[in-house]
């Protein structure tokens, strides 16, 4: 089992920058890849960005330029972020942090991001 807690989420002007974080902890050494999903109100669950256990990065095009994803490892833990920079009102959603491990897929509980004017 994997277990997923976000943070760093809040409220940012447009054109600001927010720095998300996401810890995975308990068997990570079967994590085949993590990434970032959001959900705006109304709208369905999107991919923001992902990065497999080889550094491989894949973003919507929607963020791409804008937006980094980035891993740490240690033994206890992996803590993935999502560097958010120039964001836009569009980017306001609650972000999941998500993990796939040994064909599962684990979610975090969220954190919302709200994009001001």
């Known amino acids: 089992q994997v277990h997923l807690v976000e943070s760093g989420g809040g409220l940012v002007q447009a054109g600001g920058s927010l720095r998300l974080s996401c810890v995975a902890s308990?068997?990570?050494?079967?994590?085949?890849?993590m990434g970032w999903y959001r959900q705006a109100p109304g709208k369905q669950r999107e991919l923001v960005a992902t990065?497999?256990?080889?550094?491989?990065?894949?973003?919507a095009d929607s963020v791409k330029g804008r937006f980094t994803i980035s891993i740490s490892r240690d033994n206890a833990k992996n803590t993935v972020y999502l560097q958010m920079n120039s964001v836009k009102l569009e980017d306001t959603a609650v972000y999941y942090c998500?993990?796939?491990?040994?064909?599962?897929?684990?979610w975090g509980q969220g954190t919302q991001v709200t994009v001001s004017s």
């Open positions: 998500n993990a796939l491990a040994s064909g599962l897929e684990y």
């Open positions: 308990g068997r990570i050494f079967t994590i085949n890849a």
């Open positions: 990065i497999t256990s080889g550094s491989s990065t894949n973003y």
